[in-house]
């Protein structure tokens, strides 16, 4: 099922947060900013928003920090959205496993779809995800998932992992498909790492770009014979890149919807890369609405909602003639405005690797059990 269909409506919990990863997404505009946390308020109202205009009744919690430094408030709006769409509703969790012990009973549960951000194997994950001080978090996060697992029984809750693919450990794919599946794991889904969200464009960032290193080709090639290794141990292992390859689809994902994304700033994004509205810089294009303190409601604004619903494989000059442009969608128009500055444009690099992906492994013969989180 393409991952537009994943239509959901998202809560940028908080800007708290107690590790220190080393590729942060996020973390230059998160080290400038006083820490912030979404109003219980604007929450309140984003379900009212989304659940009068989607028949959807998927909720979920993303950062830009933890979302589980901030627990109590999500359990204020799973209740209030609960109270609302009743057994219909569904909650999902990106976390990165680091939460207190006596969280867990509530999270087995309330949530449903919980994805772990899990480097692999410890010795590489460790050098990626760590505290502030540098220590390990993969003991923490073993014993987390391991607890939730065993305890399980009869809920529904799956917990996966969210994997990003460094130079670090893009040699280990198959060892972290071992490894995972032994810790109890069984989805896993795996995103080549991207320069981090700036003030400009990454391209015009050259200090960043030098830096800057992943090989696209290396991936791709130990990527198929990963998710092949996964799929005769009946695990499943799956790409960023290939998030469309179940279905037919002339967009990319949610954000061409768009649907919403509630920021601690008090503003409506249509993309995980953009947890702040204000000073949204070259991303602002996604910032599609503000809550209004006067009316209580959000404003909207219509020109850039209709230009992210526009941007479709048919408006693009680069997917017009491509190969696989069916089951691509045009890629994340998150990670091509942060590195071009640009809604329609393109990441030739990665077009490179959908296509050899595609053609060799083929489109997905059925939907993938859990679409990429
Ligand atoms: S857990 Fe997420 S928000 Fe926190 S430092 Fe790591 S990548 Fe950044
Ligand atoms: S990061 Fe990419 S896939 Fe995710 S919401 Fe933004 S545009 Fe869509
Ligand atoms: S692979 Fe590239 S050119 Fe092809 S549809 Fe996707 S974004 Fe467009």
Known sequence: MPHINKQMVSFFLTTKCNLCCEYCYNREERAKMIERTLSLEIAKAG?????????????????PGEPTQEIKLMKQIVDYAQSIAGKQLTVELQTNGVFARGDREWLLNNINIMWISFDGEPDIHDTQRHFPNGDPTSPYIEENVRWLVTHQKGRNIMVGARVTITDENVERQKDMVDYFTKLGIRYIWSDPVFPSVGSIPAYSDKEKMNTFKFDMSKYVGIYIEATQYAKKKDVFYGSFLTCNFDGVTNKHCRACTPVPHFTPDGYISACD????????????????GKWNPLTKSFDIDEDKLNALQQRTTENMEHCKQ????????GYCLGEVVN??????????????????????????ESAYPYMHP
């Open 47 to 63: 379900i009212d928003f989304f659940f009068s205009e989607n028949s959807s009744r998927h909720i979920r919690f993303y950062g």
């Open 273 to 288: 890369l953009v947890t702040f509205g204000e000073n949204a810089h070259h991303m602002d294009c996604f910032v599609y």
């Open 339 to 364: 590195e071009t500055g640009c809604l329609l444009g393109q990441k030739p690099h990665v077009c490179m690797a959908i296509r050899k992906l595609l053609n060799i492994l083929g489109t997905s």
């Open 322 to 329: 491509c190969s696989a442009r069916k089951y691509c969608g």
